[in-house]
């Protein structure tokens, strides 16, 4: 199998740039494989991501691991009006406007969750779906992706693992 590492790039020491690597060979299987890896000590009950990118990663560990798959959407992009979503708004890595919401029956009392995400810059995504999933009881456990610029190896006490 190909050396996904090798595909990656980056700006300078703060900005990795994944790019669509995924579409090359076999670096999906690859990238889940070693992600899947980053799990096999942690206890959780579910995964869970944002959208867009977290979505190629995560699902795939998702069906791996055998555990549920939890997706928090754009706002707006939930098609349901009858107050069955929970949502926040913050301020992404670029400092523009931004927000994440779910279906709010998915999110229960006492569930452990593990968070996927492609990269973590500031660290804003994973704040917003902690909030939302402590809120009502649960936990992110802990957060692995492929890089983390953020500098640190927790964010809001919660453990971030990085492959890079």
Not at 2 to 20: A, F, M, N, T, V
Not at 76 to 102: H, Q
Request: hydrophobic residues 40%.
């Amino acid at each position: 199998m190909r050396d996904w590492k090798s595909i990656i790039k980056y700006s300078d020491s703060e900005k990795i740039i994944l790019g669509p690597f995924w579409s090359s060979g076999d670096n999906l299987k690859a990238v889940a494989g070693d992600l899947y890896e980053l799990t096999k000590n942690i206890e959780y009950d579910c995964i869970a991501t944002a959208e867009s990118k977290g979505i190629v990663f995560a699902a795939p560990v998702a069906a791996m691991a055998g555990k549920p798959f939890l997706l928090f959407r754009k706002l707006g992009k939930i098609s349901l009006n009858n107050g069955a979503t929970v949502g926040i708004e913050f301020s992404n890595w670029r400092n523009s406007p931004d927000g994440i919401e779910i279906e709010s029956y998915l999110l229960k009392e006492g569930m452990k969750v593990l968070f996927i995400d492609d990269k973590i810059e500031r660290g804003c995504t994973l704040k917003a779906a902690n909030t939302l999933i402590s809120e009502r009881g649960g936990k992110i456990v802990a957060c692995i992706c492929i890089g983390n610029t953020y500098g640190t190896d927790k964010i809001d006490s919660i453990p971030v693992y990085s492959l890079l």
